[in-house]
Structure formats: C-alpha cells, structure tokens
C-alpha cells in the first residue's frame, strides 16, 4: 500500500476533513460529482473507490502521475486542445497580442511555446499571494498566457508544483517556488477567403491600402476565426497574391485593434512584406490618430507636468515617453512602466476642446507598441471617450454638454481612428500618403460635443 494525502471538497454542510490511503494505481473520485470533479480533469485515477463519509465528500490523491490525451464527463469527449481561448466578444484582444514592431519583424507572430510542451515559471519576490495573480504576473509575456487561459489551466489539473497538480486558484505560494504548466497543442485555425466589403484606398501589385472599419479584428485567432480582415483580403485579391514566404497569403505588417478604424497597409507580395517591414521597424512610417478624449490636455495643467515621462514640447505638443508591459495582474492590459517593458514614445496636440469636458486630439507614433495611444493617454489621465478597458469610470456633464454628454457617455467604442498613413513604396520608392475622414459614428459625436 502506498500512502497519498487527500482532501476534502468544499460544501455548505459541515466541513469533514478525511485523510486515507489507497492502493497504488488508478484512483476514481467518489461521492457526489460537481465541480471538484471537473478541477479532477487530466489526472490519473485508480479504479479502486475510497471510502465516502456523510456528509457526502470527495476524496482527491494529491499526488499526480500523468495526464489523459483526452477526457470526457456525462458521456461528451473532450480533446485537451478544446479549451483553446475564444476571447471576450467584445474586446479586441480576440486578434493576437502584438506590437506592430513584433508583426512587422514576424516576431510574436506564432505561439511562443511549441505544441504539448510544458513551462517552468518562478514566483518572484513581491508577487501576489494567489496562484492565478501570481501566474499571471510572473509567466514571461512572450508565452502569451492570458489570466482566463492560466486560470483554465489551473482548473484542468495542468499546473504543478513538485509533482503535485495544484487546481485551487486561490492557493497560497511563496517566493522561489516553481511551478509547471503543462500547455496542449494549439487550436489550428484554417483561414478561408470570404467574400467580406472592404473600403480599398490603393491597391497595386505589391500593396493594398485599406480603411477599417470599427469592429473588424484583423487577423484570425482561435476567438475570431473568421470575418477578418485577413479573410476578406483572401477573397478580394485572390490570384494577385504573389505570395509572402511561399504561401499565398496578404502579408500583415501592422495592425489596429479590432474597435478602432481607419488606415492600415497590407504586403501582397514578398517584396513589398520586406520593404514595409524595414520602415516600420525604423519608424519611419508616418500615422497619426483622431482620438476624442476626457478634459482638455494642457501644457499650463501643473498635474500634467508633474507625471514623470510628460513633456511639452513647441507648439504645446504634448509628448509621453514610457516603457510599456502587460499588466502584472491583467494581462489583456498594457501598462505603463519604468524598469521593464519596452520604450514607446506617443505625441498629441488638442484640435479642438468641448467646454474643458473632452477635446478632439490629433495623435501620432513614434513607435508601434499594443495600446500605446490608449494607454498613454490614460496614464495623462486624459482616457478615450467610449474606452471599455483603459477610459476608467469618468462621465461628461450632461449639465455642460447636454446631448454631446449623453452620446459620449453611451459611445460603443473606444473613439479612436486611424486618420492618416505615410510611407516610402517598397518597390518604387515613391512618396505614398493617405488620410482617412472620420467615420459616422465620431463624426456624429464630434457634431454633438460643439453643440453642447
């Protein structure tokens, strides 16, 4: 007989706490099924049943051999594979979590670990107490694990420590602890061309020039699968994609989140991948954003002036220089910070200000990093207008702008748009600029903020 420790499930009832031992082999959890039994998933089980005390409880071997290729409760089969993240519907995060420098380069543009592969990630010093939080904070960014994703796996047996598979997210962990994450092969996602209206601005044999509109993601991911642009450039360009590195396929050099609209230029041909790359590598691709935000930026605001990394530059030109990461404990976030992350430089003027409630703001790049403008002008404390994830709790007066305030306040999206596009063309070498007007629904917020 070998021994294990075991322990009881949660229940309303009097807690009863059980240890046993149970024959080495194949152990099956008794008592009533529920949700311990699917926090079970994955983990060898005996056939020989252990003892169940009333009040009805359910006994777990704490110490984990193996796990299932697949699994299957109330009679449904599961592949390990099918829990493959879908994303929120409504975020953008359902396209991948790149830096335009990232995809431009084809860094970032895969999975960061191989099919069926397993990661050792260390809790560092000052991490939060939780497992998940913890995870989530100290799991390397190029592994692209969301929190859901850790918390799933968590819940499927598939992190351990020592051995033992850990699947309470709130278990308590210690600074030098390692654990292990056990990570199923990806989802295949199959790209098909679909017959989706696209607002072509210039199209020639090497490069197609596009305006996006709001709600569009840009490139299949196991949440969106289809209805992208990537799909819909499929079945517009058909035979005139010369192909990039052997595959017919639109060459994807930079993106914009799926709730922002505007320009964005694609590579149709292997040359031109390699030559627009190179540009936005070197940021010298020129694009600036209309963006409608919360109160008015200004260089006499002594609390801009204050925040570390904001400066005025001539003209008023508001300038935010940051690092920016992933959120240590939200990781479909961006944040701003100073000792890690990578170097993003944003730069905005104010157009046009709404009685000092919001103000019509052009924004321009010095550099492509996820978020950047969003998050940049939040940490100014000047969030979009309509931001689910970085604009925070404000609200415009309907006292000082009446409708415009009610529009802005119930505005479905971030009010972000992508209003011009500048490069050298990678073939021709010729000067190519673009601009884009501003789409129905920002224009109508815009008309509505001057009307008060």
Known sequence: MRSSVVTTAIQSLPKVMAAGSVPAGRVRPSGKVGLVVLKAWGMRVTSSPTTVITPPIIVRVKRMTSHFKSRRLAGSGASEGSGAMTGGTGSDMEEPYEDDDEVASGRGTGPAAGPGTGLAVTIGPDAPARLDKALAAAVPEEAALSRSRLM?????????????????????????????????????????????????????????????????????????????????????????????????????????????????????????????????????????????????????????????????????????????????????RQAVVWDEGRHAVTRARVVEGFAGQAALVDCWLETGRTHQIRVHLSYAGHGLV???????????????????????????????????????????????????????????????????
Not at 217 to 222: F, T
Not at 395 to 401: C, D, G, H, I, T
């Open 152 to 332: 799933r796996l968590i819940a499927e047996g598939a992190v351990s420590r020592d051995g033992v598979a850990v699947t309470d997210p709130k278990a308590r962990v210690a600074e030098g602890e390692v654990y292990h994450l056990h990570l199923a092969p990806a989802a295949i996602v199959e790209t098909l061309a679909e017959d989706i209206p696209l607002s072509v601005v210039w199209e020639d044999a090497d490069l197609v020039v596009i305006d996006k509109p709001a709600g569009m993601v840009v490139h299949p991911a196991p949440g969106s699968p289809s209805g992208t642009l990537v799909n819909a450039l499929l079945h517009h360009c058909g035979d005139t994609l010369s192909g990039i590195g052997g595959e017919r396929r639109p060459g994807i050099v930079h993106r914009i989140d799926k709730d922002t609209s505007g320009l964005l230029v694609v590579a149709k041909s292997d040359r031109a991948h390699h030559g627009l790359a190179r540009q936005f590598e070197d940021h010298s691709v020129t694009r600036h954003y209309l963006a409608v935000v919360h109160g008015l930026p200004s260089a006499t605001d002594p609390r801009l002036r204050g925040l570390r990394g904001i400066s005025f530059e001539a003209g008023g030109i508001l300038k935010i220089a940051t690092h920016l990461a992933r959120h240590r404990t939200d990781r479909q």
């Open 386 to 452: 309509g931001d689910p994830t970085y604009g925070g709790k404000k609200r415009l007066s309907e006292k000082v702008l009446g409708q415009g305030a009610r529009l802005g306040n119930a505005f479905p999206r971030q009010a972000l748009h992508a209003a011009s596009l500048g490069f050298d063309h990678p073939v021709t070498g010729e000067r190519m600029e673009f601009s884009s007007p501003l789409p129905a629904d920002m224009a109508g917020l815009i008309e509505a903020l001057r009307a008060g």
